[in-house]
């Protein structure tokens, strides 16, 4: 049987977060990563779940359940009714031990339901999985896979229907990175493929209508080149093309939307001292649809994801991102999104952990004078008893102010739950 470490007085594990989750960006373009390093980690936290060591992987299954309440659902704007809210989830992380090569797995899926407000229920889910091959000494194959699931809200923008169930969104893709290492230079080349697909919505009247032509393919290419300064340090310059088609020539509204685009970037990744990792990126995109009503899309990309332990009991973790994203509104060639995130998370004690989050974001529609913004700020708490039992506690608030007059919301929602993690 593994033997649990013994207490001493260092970091707690649950705030040495690891690398991030890909930012994504529009459908089609690839998220950025913090680099990766096959190191194998130090137990150091008493409260660490052990999970299951298989000989080589090491499998951690976790199931969450909360209650609490929602002040609006559907995320709907003027009078709305609250509801209960009950969540449950299911997750699995995979972590390999091998000496030569790696793998990674994150997966996690949950649905929400609210006994007052039906139409509200909902799936969430997110995952990814990771396989480095070092194939030789400075050569390297990486094969990723991920998904998404998600929900549109009813009076949404992107919805030009009337409804009274969200429409669920799918998200799924692959692909493939070979790396080559000529001494302190590297170049590398990725290929990805993703699908978004759309489930059909239900009208007032009980009617459901297919949203098959908005499901599109992406594929994309990319070529990057960087060069070492020092160990975890990398600047890097980068070009990208993509091609996204729609499944439907033409869609509802009368427009040819597929598309091809073009990125350049320039950015680095760093690791100093353990204190700032990541990976940061700035660069300019175009893309030109196939039907000559739509004007060519064009303007800055970036991407960011950072973590700064600020104190061997603080850390801050940042994300940003600004992309060319698809959209169905008429007359708009596709919509400039803007992203920002923080969390700072703080051990008050060895196994309590309190975290402030916030997020802001902004979608400007070329070829129509609309705008949307909105943000979002919580506080969560977790404490964990022992290794495998945990609980939670968290508060957010959300607002919107929507492009269209008379669609802002806001809703609170409060929860309380327990993970079991063994």
Partial sequence: MRQSAPLAPVVPAAIVVAPPAPILAAPGLPPLE???????????DPYEPLGFDTGGLVFRPSI???????????????ARKGSAAFRQEGGLRIDSEWERHAFRADLRGAYMEYPAVRSANRPEGQGEANLRLDVLRDTQLDLGAAYAIATERPGSIEQPLATSKRSTILNTGVNATLTQRFGPALVSLRGAVDRTAYGAVTQPDGVEVSQDNRDLNAYSLRLRGGYELTPGVIPFVEALVDRRVYDATINVGGYERSSSGVQGRVGSTFEITRTLTGEASAGYGTRDYEDPRLSGLRGPVADAALIWSATPLTTVTLRGASSLAETTVVGAAGAQVRTVAVDVSHALLRNLIISATGAFYQNDYVGQPLRESG???????????????????????????????????TANVFLVGLRLQP
């Avoid at 913090?34 to 150091?44: G, Y």
């Avoid at 943000?375 to 945990?390: I, M, N």
């Fill in 34 to 44: 913090p680099p990766r390093k096959n190191r194998r980690k130090v137990e150091a």
């Fill in 375 to 409: 943000y979002t700020a919580g506080l969560k708490l977790e404490y964990k008893l022992t290794r495998s039992v945990a609980m939670k506690a968290s508060f957010t608030h959300e607002r919107l102010n929507a492009a269209t007059p008379g669609s802002d919301y």
């Fill in 64 to 78: 969450e359940a909360s209650g609490g309440y929602d002040t609006n659902p559907n995320r709907i704007p003027g």
